[in-house]
């Protein structure tokens, strides 16, 4: 066994493709998660696609609640925790700060409180290129200027910079904080997936709820950046990369203390339209699109260095655009409806 990870947020989307590379690496996992945005149901299908006898248990709690978290530390030999609950929706966010505020970074202190009580000293947290806001050139690399530019974004800042603070008090901790572009695709099993409430945020699982039929058509926003066809160009990266860059992380904790940033991309940017080109080939039809209005707040062009990771972790991300919309593909039109179909 390669020791034992507790993951909150583990019934989520990068979550559980994460639980299923570390049990297939041989750790043994439990997971905290109040299931406000995800489902119990993702945790018995990663322990289903597990190796056989590996070991993953879901404890449905609030980060918030501490003692259920020192209830949890206590009962299980956790020697890491990986980070990734919390609240991700940007416009949600500038209505209700609050409540981001209170989750992202109150469920945060709760939880590194935990952790400090309990004596685990190894720290994975999900943080986001959000941080770098407007980026000023691309590819963006670690040292770029930091500055979220809405409520959700600066709660990704804020959890870094307590980090920051605590590694610095502490040099026996050893923390990653993880920058992840844009997450796309699903496990090739299509047996787990993103499952978003409501009306889909994020522009890849939009597309892929329009060519499941579940929506008429693509919005797409804005066809007038200075970028090659007009539209904005992101780095989406394969949701099975992220999860076996967690695992790399560990690794590298675990072979010795220290505060590591890293940026989790694949370098190279892909338009709106070449996205929905790609999801279209994919699902085998073209799918209809009008363009619309700029989102406010959106910019031309985010796209990752991911130099550092690739020396600091060894890793790479291998998985192509089309990957990413042949496996988003292949969970979306197994669970039209997510995990309640
Ligand atoms: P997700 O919503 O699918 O997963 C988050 C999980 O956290 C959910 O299962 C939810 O129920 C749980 N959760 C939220 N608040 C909680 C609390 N107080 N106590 C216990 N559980 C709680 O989101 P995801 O896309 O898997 O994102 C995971 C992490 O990665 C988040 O922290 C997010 O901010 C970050 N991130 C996501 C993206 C993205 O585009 N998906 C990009 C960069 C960073
Ligand atoms: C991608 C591109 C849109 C939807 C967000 C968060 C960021 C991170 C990842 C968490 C943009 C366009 C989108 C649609 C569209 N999350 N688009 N029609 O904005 O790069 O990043 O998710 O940390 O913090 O801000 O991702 O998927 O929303 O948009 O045309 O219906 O698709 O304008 O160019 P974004 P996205």
Redesign the pocket.
Known sequence: MAGHVLVTGGAGYIGSHTCLALLEAGYRVTVVDNLSNSSAEAVERVAGLAPPGAAIELVVADLLDEEALARVLAGAPVEAVIHFAGL?A?GESVTEPLLYWHNNVGGSLALFRAMAGAGVHRLVFSS???VYGSPEAVPVPETAPLGPTNP??RT?LAVEEILRDLSASDPGLGVALLR????AGAHPSGRIGEDPQGT?????P?VMQVAVGRRPE?????DDYPTPDG????DYVHVMDLAEGHVAALRRLEAGPGCLTLNLGTGRGYS?LE?IASASRACGRPLPYSVVG??PG?VAE?VADPGLAAEVLGWRARRSLDEMCADHWRWQEANPEGYRG
Do not use: E, H, M, Q
């Open positions: 991700k940007v986001s290129a959000t959700y974004g990704k992840y572009f844009n997450p889909p945020n994020n522009l890849t939009f693509i919005s797409v926003y804005g539209t904005g160009v992101r709106v996205v700029r989102r959106d985010v």
